[in-house]
């Protein structure tokens, strides 16, 4: 059985993933974001690994609303819990201390 995550870290890097997923389901915004990012699709996967990189997926879905609905309706997702994985994957403290 899995453990629920908890960190909004990890769960800002799930909705990252699913973005990218929902991202490379549709030939033309896939093409589009690889022509933005100047990745290849050959280093895709292993791109996808990096907390970075996650945050400019979220970066190229949260820059256009259409987008942000499109991925909001086919990860069942509200768009405020993406504009907050995006949030958090773009905080610079993210590795704070918390008493």
Request: charged share 25%; proline share 8%; glycine share 4%.
């Amino acid at each position: 059985m899995r453990k629920p995550v908890q960190n909004p870290r990890e769960v800002a890097e799930i909705v990252a993933v699913q973005a990218l997923s929902f991202i490379a389901g549709e030939p033309e915004r896939l093409g589009l974001f690889l022509a933005e990012s100047g990745i290849g699709p050959e280093t895709l996967r292993m791109a996808a690994k990096d907390p970075r990189f996650l945050a400019s997926v979220l970066d190229f879905v949260m820059r256009d609303d259409a987008t942000v609905k499109a991925f909001a309706a086919a990860s069942q997702l509200h768009p405020t819990n993406i504009a907050a994985a995006h949030q958090a994957l773009n905080d610079p403290q993210w590795e704070r201390d918390v008493p």
